[in-house]
């Protein structure tokens, strides 16, 4: 059974930084694509940040791109994403999600596997 696991979500004042991780239970996730999700109170769930597993190609929405950085550790099958310069309107339940490598990388259709979530709060 395939789970992913995120931590490091929490409190933080504006221009504060966060990272999150998401471990993986399988080795076979490795061949994804895994990306990030967020939805705030009384928001759909919106796409954040993706990583292609082979290769390391990203991608981002653009109201994070040059605040946020995702990456990978292949040998803890782990993916972050590194937040910085945060702002209010980044306050969401983030979710990692492991998804087919081909893309469409920014629709929620295209992962298979979700974590549970994990609050991250910005204070102004």
Same mark, same amino acid.
């Given at each position: /059974?395939? /789970?992913?696991?995120?931590?490091?979500?929490?409190?933080?004042?504006?221009?504060?930084?966060?990272?999150?991780?998401?471990?993986?239970?399988?080795?076979?996730?490795?061949?994804?694509?895994?990306?990030?999700?967020?939805?705030?109170?009384?928001?759909?769930?919106?796409?954040?940040?993706?990583?292609?597993?082979?290769?390391?190609?990203?991608?981002?929405?653009?109201?994070?791109?040059?605040?946020?950085?995702?990456?990978?550790?292949?040998?803890?099958?782990?993916?972050?994403?590194?937040?910085?310069?945060?702002?209010?309107?980044?306050?969401?339940?983030?979710?990692?999600?492991?998804?087919?490598?081909?893309?469409?990388?920014?629709?929620?259709?295209?992962?298979?596997?979700?974590?549970?979530?994990?609050?991250?709060?910005?204070?102004?």
């Amino acid at each position: /059974q395939v /789970q992913l696991v995120e931590s490091g979500g929490g409190l933080v004042q504006a221009g504060g930084s966060l990272r999150l991780s998401c471990a993986a239970s399988v080795r076979t996730l490795s061949t994804y694509a895994r990306g990030w999700f967020r939805q705030a109170p009384g928001k759909e769930r919106e796409f954040v940040a993706a990583i292609i597993w082979s290769g390391g190609m990203t991608y981002y929405t653009d109201s994070v791109k040059g605040r946020f950085t995702i990456s990978r550790d292949n040998a803890k099958n782990t993916v972050y994403l590194q937040m910085n310069s945060l702002e209010p309107e980044d306050t969401a339940v983030y979710y990692c999600a492991a998804g087919r490598p081909g893309g469409p990388y920014h629709s929620y259709s295209n992962y298979d596997y979700w974590g549970q979530g994990t609050q991250v709060t910005v204070a102004s």
